[in-house]
């Protein structure tokens, strides 16, 4: 059984572009959560899709968006990249419903804005 | 809003030493607490946790016990292997497993054969 996957690995992209990271959640999870982990900082929450809508934000401009298909996979889009986006982006994924479900992560990939 | 505090790395010790990692949050109620480890080149981990007070958690030689009155979920290890290097997040939840996750700055961890 796959975990959570992520692509791509890394990513190198100029200030001002637009990116798109991919997740694919671990099987039989129907929740996918996207973190910010700046250079040696904890991860920052992002959002949270369920159901393809977004459910729950953490404090970041509208410049980071998502999206999340009927597979449960999902999508996270930044435009207009700042050198601060720098960082290892992370997909969580996890069953919503009733229990001590855990949240699973996926490697990250590590986006550099030059 | 809540948040969460952690000791300050790098922490470097022998191997088979006893290891303590303090962490303290900040939350009204009672939040689910975690700690997480990140291995170099892999993603995040879930060491253990506990969903209510006097909870202990425990997994791989680890335990964290979850104190309501001094608001803290401090990582112990009687003995450190080298392989016990990594970073380290101590993180709160609320609501259900699927709630954000709100985490501290993160220990890094170095242990010497």
């Known amino acids: 059984d796959a975990g959570v996957t992520q692509s791509p690995t890394h990513l190198i992209k100029t200030r001002g572009q637009q990116v798109t990271l991919r997740c694919s959640p671990k099987s039989g999870h129907d929740t996918v959560s996207w973190y910010q982990q700046a250079l040696g900082q904890g991860p920052q929450f992002i959002f949270q899709?369920?159901?393809?809508?977004?459910?729950q934000r953490g404090n970041f401009p509208d410049r980071f968006s998502g999206h999340q298909f009927p597979n449960y996979s999902s999508e996270l889009n930044v435009n207009a990249l700042l050198l601060g986006d720098s960082a290892l982006y992370l997909c969580?994924?996890?069953?919503?419903?009733?229990?001590?479900?855990?949240?699973?992560f996926g490697p990250g990939t590590r986006l550099t804005v030059t | 809003g809540d948040s969460v505090t952690q000791m300050e790395g790098p922490v470097t010790l022998s191997e088979e030493a006893f290891l303590t990692i303090n962490c303290t949050y900040t939350?009204?109620?009672?939040?689910?607490l975690f700690w997480y480890v990140q291995y170099p080149g892999e993603g995040l981990q879930l060491l253990l946790k506990?969903?209510?007070?006097?909870d202990k958690g425990s997994n791989k030689g680890f335990e964290a016990t979850y104190r309501k009155e001094t608001t803290s979920f401090h990582l112990e290890k009687g003995s450190v292997q080298v392989s016990d290097s990594a970073v380290y997040f101590c993180?709160?939840?609320?609501?259900?497993?699927?709630?954000?996750?709100?985490f501290g700055s993160g220990t890094r961890l170095s242990i010497r054969p």
């Open positions: 506990a969903t209510k007070a006097d």
């Open positions: 939350a009204t109620g009672y939040p689910s």
């Open positions: 899709y369920y159901e393809e809508e977004e459910r």
């Open positions: 993180a709160l939840s609320r609501g259900s497993s699927a709630s954000k996750i709100i």
């Open positions: 969580a994924s996890s069953y919503t419903g009733t229990g001590p479900y855990e949240q699973y």
